[in-house]
């Protein structure tokens, strides 16, 4: 490909509602230029990047034998009642009405029309397994797309889903995709972690996200430095800190805290390490009646020590907190403390609250903990001795790094990821729900069990560039890049032998399957340079006249600080030999 015959545009500054890396770069460097809120185009050097990616997930998703489709991006609204999720979905399920007024959404996702078409065609058992795959576009309404395409509205997603007979069928998929996406992200080139991931509502042990490693990644990594366990913040397992707990030592005190409703700031005040105090979280919990209005409401304690925080996912799995819950209002929390926040505790309570410790706070002594009384808190503070045990105690805090890994080996780390690619097993949600059925070895019908798989192709472009750049522009690696290398000619079109050695090496190149971009603009050496660099090309070639008199081309790795020289015969063996590198 000659630069002349391409479309190659770039700019010196990125647009002003560019937040992220990506977004910056990738605007710069010409490869997506914005129609909407969240909505792009993808010009024809960002474009090269999406193909390449969707050509190793199509390349390893066939490998493991899925089968494509496509499905289309606007369905029927009736599908999406049959599940249930028409209505429970919220405003990012973009719904709309075609000229006769009926209902029909935006698929962000699609397990609506795959069970649809395996209820009609899936008859048998002996049909079964069976994955089917698509590369689609979809569409979530977010309420504020940011960061270019890492959270846009519309988006490429590679979506599959697996249709099994029995639960041990249904986790023998499951693991195949788990190969296979760990083969898709090792060819990506991209440093990434597969981590254990909630369930959700659906429940079970067998969910995995795909993260792209990158400082600038929303969630957080947690992996040991002993063993390979690694798992998301809201699934990682918090171990207690402390053995068993000791027995008391001090008097329980009511200590002024004046202006201190903060566990950091009392633990200044008093001088203590913040690992000596206790946080008091307070939810509430609705019980409904027939009409859906509120008959009774549950207050919930839940105690942390002063230097954790809260995770709401483990707080969900907890018996009477499942079905949801809220946090307590400032009425509800003075009707049963007889105070207002920051100063609250278990111990002199108005009216009865279930209680839920963290297992390190279960097994603390003479702790700092509020007095449920302005400007007070409570030393000396033990289980038992000064209020009773709690009603249950759990995992529900976030783990920190230097926690003990919980298969005891080694501590925990954190990195910080961007999820691009999730692997889940759904069971029988949409197939009973929609009555998608098959015939066993009896005759008798019995559910799907599915599983569902994702990758965002066009998230990967950019979570790749969060984690590949430089102050000069992208670093792209060699399985991405939307071309692997340039040459770079100077005086292309003043210079017969530089023009004529610049042909017969791109040509040549070409011939090996190299995927090569001749820049043949005539621009000066400088802008030339700046143009690939920011776009990210992996090897550059430089001809110029000097060079050939001598017998030698310069080439030079984009993450390399200086170029070398090569000696011209030996060019093309030399460049094969860095992009297997």
């Known amino acids: 490909m000659k630069a002349s015959q391409f479309f190659v545009s770039t700019l010196k500054e990125a647009p002003a509602d560019a937040e992220v890396t990506s977004h910056k770069l990738m605007t710069r460097a010409g490869m997506i230029k914005k129609l909407g809120a969240g909505i792009y185009n993808y010009m024809p050097m ?22 494509e489709l496509t499905m289309p991006v606007v369905q029927p609204a009736e599908l999406w009642e049959e599940s ?51 590369i689609q576009t979809k569409f979530r309404d977010e309420r504020r797309p940011r960061f270019g395409i890492m959270r846009g509205r519309e988006f490429t997603m590679k979506d599959a889903y697996s249709f099994d007979r029995d639960q041990a069928a249904a986790k023998a998929s499951y693991d195949v995709m788990r190969v296979a996406y760990r083969a898709i992200f090792d060819r990506f080139g991209l440093k990434y972690r597969a981590v254990a991931a909630d369930s959700g ?31 998301n913040i809201e699934l990682a397992e918090a171990v207690a800190l402390i053995a068993a707990r000791g027995a008391a030592k001090e008097a329980l005190t009511k200590t002024p805290t004046p202006g201190k409703s903060t566990c950091a700031d009392v633990a200044t005040l008093l001088g203590l390490p913040l690992d000596r105090t206790v946080k008091s979280l307070v939810l509430a919990t609705d019980e409904l009646d027939d009409k859906g209005d509120v008959k009774k409401t549950t207050v919930w304690l839940l105690l942390l020590r002063g230097d954790h925080d809260m995770n709401e996912v483990k707080v969900g799995k907890i018996a009477g907190l499942k079905d949801g819950f809220r946090f307590a209002t400032v009425g509800e929390i003075e009707d049963h403390f007889g105070c207002k926040p920051g100063y609250l505790g278990p111990i002199g309570l108005k009216k009865p609250v279930k209680v839920v410790s963290d297992r390190t706070v279960a097994n603390m002594s003479d702790f700092v903990v509020g007095a449920n009384e ?54 029988t949600k949409y197939s009973k729900s929609m009555n998608a059925t098959f015939l066993d070895e009896t005759g008798k019908p019995q559910p799907f069990e599915m599983g569902c798989y994702g990758i965002g192709v066009t998230r990967i472009a950019a979570a790749a560039i969060e984690q590949n750049n430089d102050a000069r522009g ?11 290398v340039v040459i770079c000619p100077i005086g292309y079109d003043r210079n017969a032998e530089v023009k004529a050695a610049a042909d017969k090496l791109h040509d040549e190149l070409a011939a090996v399957g190299v995927d090569v971009m001749l820049d043949d603009r005539g621009e000066r050496p400088g802008a030339m340079f700046a143009d690939w660099e920011l776009i990210g090309i992996p090897v550059r070639v430089v001809i110029s006249d000097r060079g050939l008199k001598e017998g030698q081309l310069e080439v030079q790795g984009r993450r390399e600080e200086k170029a070398s020289t090569v000696a011209l015969p030996d060019i093309v063996a030399d460049v094969r030999a860095r992009l297997a590198a």
Do not use: C
């Open 84 to 134: 249930g999720r028409f209505s429970k979905m919220g405003p990012e399920l973009l719904r709309l009405k075609d000229r006769h007024d009926r209902d029909f959404v935006m698929q962000p996702t699609s397990e609506e029309a795959i069970t649809d078409i395996a209820r009609q065609e899936l008859r048998s058992y002996k049909q079964l397994p069976k994955n089917f795959y698509q």
């Open 474 to 484: 992208i670093i792209w690696p060699v399985a991405l890049a939307p071309f692997t």
């Open 46 to 67: 960002g474009l090269r990047v999406i193909r390449k990616v969707e050509n190793i997930v199509r390349e390893e998703m066939n490998r493991a034998g899925a089968v």
């Open 374 to 427: 302005l400007d007070f808190h409570l030393t000396g503070a033990n289980w038992g001795r000064d209020f009773p045990e709690p009603d249950a105690v759990a995992d529900i805090r976030n783990v920190v790094a230097g926690d003990p890994s919980p298969d005891g080996q080694g501590v925990l780390a954190i990195d910080r990821g961007i999820e691009v690619g999730h692997v889940f097993y759904l069971g």
């Open 201 to 231: 509502a659906i429940g079970g042990d067998l969910s995995e996200e795909f993260q792209v490693i990158a400082d600038t990644g929303e969630d957080a990594l947690i992996y040991s430095t002993g063993s390979d366990y690694a798992a």
